[in-house]
Nanobody, 129 residues
Framework: QVQLVESGGGLVQAGGSLRLSCAAS????????VGWFRQAPGKEREFVAV????????AYADSVKGRFTISRDNAKNTVSLEIVSLKLEDTAAYYC??????????????????????WGQGTQVTVSS
């Protein structure tokens, strides 16, 4: 089974940028649908972005569209989340997660955490004013 390890979090000023990385081992990341989720203190986990297996179709939460970009590097077996124009409300622990969806393209329910079988330990992003 695939193991996921996130990195790249940190303390950043509002308006700044970060690149989060999700490194996969024990499996080929391009054969999984991989999503990024985040959870702020006292709030429920929320979907952020997803990239589908093989075709690499992407989707984003409305709150991050235009600021977050998800991408995959098959050679490095990683999925990244580029974040620009950080806002205070982006402060959260960010998690990557994966599941084996059937076929190509974005699977139904990709925004639901319950669909995902494998999770990383998370990386903290803190945005300061």
């Amino acid at each position: 089974q695939v193991q996921l390890v996130e990195s790249g979090g940190g303390l950043v000023q509002a308006g700044g940028s970060l690149r989060l990385s999700c490194a996969a081992s024990g499996g080929t990341v391009s054969t999984y649908t991989v999503g990024w989720f985040r959870q702020a203190p006292g709030k429920e986990r929320e979907f952020v972005a997803v990239i589908s297996r093989h075709s690499g179709d992407t989707a984003y939460a409305d709150s991050v569209k235009g600021r977050f970009t998800i991408s995959r590097d098959n050679a490095k077996n990683t999925v990244s989340l580029e974040i620009v124009s950080l806002k205070l409300e982006d402060t959260a622990a960010y998690y990557c997660a994966a599941f084996r969806s059937p076929g190509n393209g974005l699977p139904a329910g990709y925004y639901r955490g319950q669909k995902y079988d494998y999770w990383g330990q998370g990386t903290q992003v803190t945005v300061s004013s």
